[in-house]
């Protein structure tokens, strides 16, 4: 996963957590009484309900991406990949470059 993509992927869970606190008293009050119980030095008596909600949102994510055909971010990120390996390739002074199916290949 590309930094682009894991800042994009906190923003939208951020975003996700956010709204389903700001919509909901009774999330509000778990995560407001569990924070009370672990200032005050308790074991938090459960679970985090925020770290609970971010975990939640991760599952689903993830779930709808195992469902997707779309590899198209793959691609991309494979021939990102290929560019940089052909760049450092030409400024060493290589004799050889990677195709785009990785393969190498002679460049005399």
Do not use: C, H, W
Request: aromatic share 8%; proline share 2%; net charge neutral.
């Amino acid at each position: 996963i590309t930094e682009k993509t894991k800042v994009s992927l906190m923003e939208e869970a951020t975003a996700n957590v956010t709204e389903k606190f700001a919509n909901s008293k009774e999330l509000k009050k778990a995560a407001l009484n569990s924070a009370i119980e672990v200032i005050k030095g308790g074991a938090g008596g459960g679970s985090d309900p925020v770290k609970d909600a971010f975990v939640q949102f991760f599952k689903d994510k993830a779930a709808a991406e195992a469902k997707s055909k779309d590899d198209s971010e793959e691609k991309a990120q494979r021939a990102a990949l290929f560019a940089k390996m052909n760049a450092v390739a030409k400024s060493e002074g290589f004799y050889f470059e990677f195709d785009d199916s990785g393969k190498p290949t002679m460049k005399v």
